[in-house]
């Protein structure tokens, strides 16, 4: 169906109708759309719109799951392929708020540390850009991603205090490769809103009143706050040092 001259058609109509303006500098074929290996379509009856994806996952999400194949190869969509993609989702935004966590509350520089992490940086961050480079390989620039995200988490979660400098080096590649290039990571700006600092606020609160019961070997108490944040969407993380919490 993209034989000529569907394309050179759909590029006279557009302009044609926007005053002779450029249709595209760049234009990609993509591969199908498919449920459950089978094309999607309105006449099949087997369609999912954005409407309804957006009712149970993030647009991020959905990028994510976009992102998990090749733009020239078919993507599959099922309940399945969506929740691996909030899974790692959710794996590296775990990391991300770690950081920015700790970045509230930096400790001292560590030269040793900071030198070692830096590189594990700049290696992501080439490798992020030769896979976009090799004909916009999204599913490696993710797996470059994830594979930091890993990196990450084993360096936060460490003994070594991290300094505010590679806190932040951290932040700004989740900032522009996770942000600004994939649109998978929200901009710091939006999580730190007046209304989201009172969430945070209030839920730190709570884990801080779930650790004294526990403390105080308040088990019934404690499990009765970790399940009504769940209820409420807010999974809490016990770590070695310190609890965290995400939104599902």
Same mark, same amino acid.
């Given at each position: 169906e ?10 006279a @109509? ?11 500098n760049?234009w ?9 290996? !089978?094309?999607?379509?309105k006449?099949?009856g ?17 990028? /994510?799951?976009i ?7 078919p993507v ?7 929740d ?17 966590e ?27 850009i030769?896979?976009f480079e ?9 797996a ?29 590649l ?6 600004? /290039?994939?649109?998978? /990571?929200?901009?710091?700006?939006? !999580? ?6 009172r969430?945070?606020?209030?839920? @730190? ?28 969407? /807010?999974?809490?993380?016990d770590?070695?040092d310190?609890?965290v919490?995400?939104?599902?």
């Amino acid at each position: 169906e993209n034989m000529f001259p569907h394309n050179e058609c759909e590029i006279a @109509q557009s302009e044609a109708a926007h005053d002779g303006a450029p249709f595209a500098n760049y234009w990609l074929l993509v591969g199908s759309l498919t449920v459950d290996g !089978t094309k999607m379509g309105k006449s099949l009856g087997n369609f999912v719109t954005i409407q309804d994806a957006l009712k149970k996952y993030r647009p991020e999400v959905l990028r /994510v799951f976009i992102y998990s194949a090749h733009y020239s190869n078919p993507v599959d969509y099922s309940e399945s392929a969506l929740d691996a993609a909030q899974k790692g989702w959710d794996r590296l935004m775990s990391a991300v708020r770690l950081t920015r966590e700790k970045l509230a509350h930096p400790a001292s520089a560590t030269e040793s540390t900071d030198s070692a992490f830096t590189s594990v940086i700049d290696e992501t961050r080439q490798k992020f850009i030769d896979a976009f480079e090799d004909d916009f390989n999204a599913p490696i620039a993710m797996a470059a991603l994830q594979t930091f995200t890993r990196e990450v988490n084993t360096l936060l979660n460490g003994t070594e205090p991290v300094s505010r400098a590679l806190l932040e080096q951290i932040d700004t590649l989740y900032s522009e490769l996770g942000g600004r /290039v994939m649109g998978i /990571v929200p901009a710091a700006e939006a !999580t730190t809103g007046a209304d989201a600092a009172r969430e945070a606020g209030l839920i @730190q609160l709570l884990i801080g009143l779930r650790k004294q019961a526990r403390d105080q070997k308040q088990w019934a108490l404690s499990d009765q706050i970790r399940d009504q944040l769940g209820g409420l969407g /807010v999974v809490l993380e016990d770590r070695a040092d310190s609890t965290v919490w995400r939104t599902t």
